[in-house]
């Protein structure tokens, strides 16, 4: 099994900035794509950006220019930098990966417990 261990939310103003950190452990052979997703209370939850293993980015479109996804592949770990925080941004952040636990597994994907983020006015 692969856990994953957010920190680095917390309460923010508008404008300012905050990074997340999500390291996977546990039996990984191998993690593909990383990501963060967020959810609002009463809201779907949404993807905000992805990485593969290779380092190609993707993200939601309200947050380009703002928001840097990266990784470590040497610590399993996914960092966010979230900058010019917006009240929109408020909301509980989930980190996901799609790891194989060995060779012949298959890929899985695994999720965080979740963190706040909270942005204030």
């Known amino acids: 099994q692969v856990q994953l261990v957010e920190s680095g939310g917390g309460l923010v103003q508008a404008g300012g900035s905050l990074r997340l950190s999500c390291a996977a452990s546990g039996s990984i052979f191998t993690i593909g794509v990383m990501g963060w997703d967020r959810q609002v209370p009463g809201k779907e939850r949404e993807l905000v950006a992805s990485?593969?293993?290779?380092?190609?980015?993707n993200y939601k479109d309200s947050v380009k220019g703002r928001f840097t996804i990266s990784r470590d592949n040497d610590k399993n770990t996914v960092y966010l930098q979230m900058n010019n925080l917006k009240p929109e941004d408020t909301a509980v952040y989930y980190c996901n990966a799609d790891a194989k636990y060995t060779y012949w597994s298959t890929y899985q994907i695994y999720w965080g417990q979740g963190i706040q983020v909270t942005v204030s006015s």
């Open positions: 990485i593969t293993s290779g380092g190609i980015t």
